[in-house]
Each structure stands twice: as structure tokens, then as C-alpha cells.
């Protein structure tokens, strides 16, 4: 059974967001099988992305054809559906691109083709279709949401925790923000937090303005969640604790955020993940977080969403 390398991408990121079935998604290409696998299953399969996470994904997509071929012939079927809803849409996604402009359809292309490259490891990847988007012009980007087209890899940039402001930016302020992205890609949270502090600082008062009252908003958000997680079990709850540790922690890179978080999700028990489901406390949206920041990259690309055009929540800053 061959799974092809963009839908492998599936493993490291589509596992956090709550599916229909009121399920936190977990398996990756397995999709709904991962939650009837045993724990020895289980184990084995995430041991296959530990062992492969930092590989060229070449490795990860053997590994994981071998674990298929382990399963059940019933358990092989519904991959294989799984597998066939991610192509489904990804041809949705192709036909709607041949509608972009030329300047769109390259950027899309482009970043096909990255994401194609089964010898990069996820986060090379990732990090080149992120520096596609950055250098991209705002107008381009915005062509993408207005089609609701996903880019392969990424989705149109939107200023990462600037998001509130960023459309009120001029071409050269969004250019300057971006260059702040991609400066402080690879280091820890609190250096490009002191920057965009700076950042916002060289604004119009009217626009800094704004961007305090979405500050002000986020943290009322993030005080209401806080308050409804009091109401989850001991085990829901301390899952929920360490999350906010880990993401809040400034000394660490947005990358090992999200790798850290994934591992925490990923050994979670699923009954503590619906719980969170079911009271509506908020736990953690994986995207790439390979990525600068907030809404820069695509965790679209991994949606198993049946409405393909319905916009994607932002990834969690």
C-alpha cells in the first residue's frame, strides 16, 4: 500500500484540532484508525515519528507503509479512504488554482513542488514554503483567501500575533514585518516578542491603538479558557496545565513549542482529549509552528474538514 509523501505530512500536524466525532485527530495518514489500534499499535506508530520526524520524509512514508501493511485488511481499507478524501480535496484545491493569476499560480506551484520533495525533512520544507509566502506581495496572498485556495505547506500570510492590524499595514510595513518573521525564525520566543514590540511601537497611533484592543481581547479569551478548564478532571486538567507551560515558556523556539505540545497530545489518553471537546476549553491548534507565527502557515494544509471552503481557525500564537 503507498501513501504518498504530502499525505504523510498529515502525521506531524493534524493532531490536536477536534474532529466531527468529537475526537481529537491523531492518527495522521491512518486517520480514525489510529483510535482502534492497541496500545502496542499505538506505540509503534508513534515511535515511527519520533524515530523519523527530523528524517527526510522519505523515511517517515516507508516506515509508514510497513505499519499499513501490519494492520487488518478492514483497517487498510479505511486508510486507503482516508488517503482518497486528502486527494479529493487536494484536486479540488488544483482545479480552483488554475483560476489564479499567473503570479499566484507560480507561487502555488512552487510550493507544490516543495512539498512534493520527499528529501527534505517536514520542517525544510515548511520553512521554504514559508519563505515563498514571505516574499510574496501582499496582493498576491490575498487572492488565496479571497478564492479560498490553500497554498500547498502554508496558507497567505497574515502578520502572525499582528494579525488584528496587519491589513491596516501599508506594502512597505508589511515587508518590514515580515523580514521580523523570517529574522527570528530559528530563535526563542522572546527575542521576535521584543521585536514586534518595537515593531509596534514605529506605528500610527491610530493602528497601535487597535492592536491593544485585540491585545486586551486575546487575553480576556485566554482568561475565559483558563476558567473553563477548572471544570475539567484531574487528568484533563494537568494535560491542560503542562500545554500552557510549555507554550508559554519564552526561552523556547516556536519549533520546539510545537514538538513538544505534539508529544504531549500525542500520548494523551482520548478520553481526556474529547473532555476537552466537550467542555469548550480550548487546548491547542498544531500547525506547522515550523512556522514564525500565528496564521503565517498552514495547518490548512492538513484539514480533514469535508468543507473545503470553509477558512481555517488560526493556529494558536
Not at 58 to 80: G, I, R, S
Not at 159 to 177: F, M, S, V
Not at 210 to 236: D, G, Q, T, V, W
Not at 270 to 277: D, S, Y
Request: net charge neutral; aromatic share 6%; charged share 40%.
Amino acid at each position: 500500500m503507498k501513501l504518498l509523501v504530502p499525505f504523510l505530512l498529515l502525521i506531524p500536524l493534524a493532531l490536536s484540532r477536534p474532529n466531527p466525532m468529537n475526537l481529537f485527530r491523531r492518527g495522521g495518514p491512518l486517520g480514525p484508525v489510529f483510535e482502534d489500534l492497541d496500545d502496542k499499535q499505538k506505540a509503534e506508530f508513534k515511535q515511527i515519528w519520533r524515530d523519523n520526524k527530523d528524517k527526510p520524509r522519505k523515511a517517515m512514508k516507508t516506515a509508514v507503509d510497513e505499519f499499513v501493511k501490519k494492520l487488518t485488511k478492514e483497517q487498510q481499507v479505511e486508510v486507503e479512504k482516508n488517503k482518497a478524501k486528502y486527494d479529493k480535496r487536494k484536486e479540488k484545491d488544483d482545479a480552483k488554482a488554475e483560476k489564479l493569476s499567473d503570479e499566484a499560480k507560480k507561487l502555488y506551484d512552487d510550493a507544490k513542488t516543495i512539498m512534493k520533495n520527499d528529501d527534505l525533512t517536514f520542517r525544510e520544507a515548511f520553512k521554504a514554503v514559508q519563505e515563498l509566502i514571505h516574499s510574496a506581495k501582499p496582493t498576491v496572498l490575498q487572492e488565496f483567501k479571497k478564492n479560498h485556495v490553500r497554498i500547498p505547506g502554508g496558507r497567505p500570510f497574515h502578520g502572525g500575533p499582528l494579525t488584528p492590524i496587519y491589513n491596516d499595514l501599508d506594502e512597505a510595513k508589511q515587508k518590514e514585518l515580515s523580514e521580523i518573521m523570517e529574522k527570528n525564525f530559528d530563535k526563542p520566543k522572546k527575542e521576535g516578542k521584543k521585536a514586534f514590540e518595537d515593531f509596534v511601537k514605529t506605528l500610527p497611533e491610530a493602528i497601535q491603538k487597535k492592536y491593544a484592543e485585540a491585545e486586551k481581547k486575546r487575553e480576556e479569551h485566554k482568561k475565559e479558557n483558563a476558567k473553563n478548564a477548572e471544570k475539567l478532571s484531574p487528568k484533563a486538567k494537568e494535560l491542560f496545565d503542562k500545554i500552557q507551560s510549555i507554550k508559554h515558556s519564552d526561552d523556547l523556539t516556536r519549533a520546539q513549542v510545537h514538538d513538544q505540545v505534539h508529544d504531549a497530545i500525542l500520548d494523551a489518553d482520548k478520553n481526556v482529549l474529547t473532555e476537552f471537546r466537550e467542555k469548550k476549553v480550548h487546548l491547542f491548534d498544531l500547525g506547522p509552528h515550523f512556522c514564525p507565527a500565528k496564521g503565517s502557515a498552514s495547518d490548512s494544509e492538513h484539514s480533514e474538514s469535508d468543507d473545503d471552503d470553509k477558512p481555517e481557525p488560526e493556529a494558536e500564537e
